[in-house]
């Protein structure tokens, strides 16, 4: 039998291996739970939407929006495609809405609140004035960079 004065140093090695044994499980179910743009794209390829109806439906679109926002911008440039074929032709226009709602990144959505309050005619010209300076541009990259003035 060993000596009653090593009896705290036993416990606190046994402590500490528990904790480190504690981490390594909590750490490894961290990385098993973290969505990946592969998981995202293969639940879009075998759930079909079309097939499902009411309360099933509702509760696949969530679990989409939910992997979907857990996804890096890089990851949701990469999954996009995938949900536009083959889930959003699918949706219903409530469904669309809904679904872009939940999904559009934080900073995006302030940016469209001004341009939604004018009104009809200058929202139309706001439009048409991107578009024509869109054109410019491409019309300018098109013919190459202009000479330098002397």
Do not use: C
């Amino acid at each position: 039998m060993f000596n009653q004065r090593y009896l705290p140093v036993v416990q606190a090695v046994a402590a500490i291996a528990g904790i480190w044994l504690l981490a390594g499980v909590g750490y490894r179910l961290a990385q098993r739970a973290e969505i990946t743009a592969d998981q995202v794209q293969s639940y879009v390829q075998t759930v079909d939407l079309s097939g499902l109806t009411g309360a099933d439906r509702a509760a696949a679109l969530q679990k989409l929006e939910t992997q979907f926002n857990a996804l890096s911008l890089a990851d949701h440039q990469q999954v996009w495609p995938e949900i536009q074929s083959r889930w959003v032709a699918g949706m219903t226009d409530a469904e669309q809405t809904q679904f872009l709602a939940a999904t559009t990144l934080p900073g995006f959505k302030p940016a469209l609140n001004p341009f939604d309050l004018l009104p009809a005619d200058r929202r139309q010209q706001a439009v048409d004035e991107a578009l024509k300076k869109l054109r410019d541009a491409r019309a300018q990259s098109l013919s190459g960079p202009e000479p330098a003035a002397p």
